[in-house]
C-alpha cells in the first residue's frame, strides 16, 4: 500500500484549510487537487465513493447548495444523474476528501481524517 495522501481541497473552505494543514503537519507525500478547478469525473466519483463506504451520492452532496435545490437532486435517485451533477457543479461534493490507499474520508470535522492513517 502507498504512504500517498490525495486531499480534494478548496481553499474557500476553512474546514478544508484546517484538514490541509493538519495532513501538512502531518508529513508524508501530499497531493493536493484543488477539485472546484479540476473537476473529478465520474469515474472518480464512483471509485471515492466506495473508499468512503458510501452506498449513494446523496450521502455526500451538499445538501444546503443552492444548485442541490435548483437541480432538484432530492428527488433523482438515478446514481448517474447525481454523479454528472457533481462533476459540473463540483461544489455539491462535501469537502473537504482526503483518500489514503484503499480508504477515504470527509474532513468533517478536520481531525477526522487523522484515522486514515
Not at 473508499?51 to 446514481?79: C, M, P, V
Not at 451533477?85 to 474532513?107: C, F, N, Q, S
Amino acid at each position: 500500500m502507498t504512504d500517498s495522501t490525495t486531499i480534494w481541497h478548496n481553499p474557500r473552505c476553512s474546514k478544508s484549510r484546517q484538514t490541509l494543514a493538519l495532513l501538512e503537519a502531518r508529513g508524508g507525500e501530499l497531493d493536493v487537487r484543488e477539485y472546484m478547478d479540476d473537476m473529478p469525473s465520474i469515474d472518480e466519483l464512483k471509485d471515492v465513493m466506495t473508499k468512503l463506504g458510501f452506498t449513494s451520492a446523496h450521502e455526500w452532496l451538499r445538501k444546503n447548495e443552492a444548485d442541490y435545490r435548483e437541480l432538484g437532486l432530492k428527488a433523482i435517485e438515478d446514481e448517474e444523474v447525481l454523479l454528472d451533477a457533481m462533476t459540473k457543479y463540483p461544489r455539491l461534493i462535501e469537502r473537504p476528501v482526503v483518500i489514503h490507499g484503499d480508504k477515504a474520508m470527509i474532513g468533517r470535522p478536520p481531525e477526522q481524517v487523522l484515522e486514515l492513517f
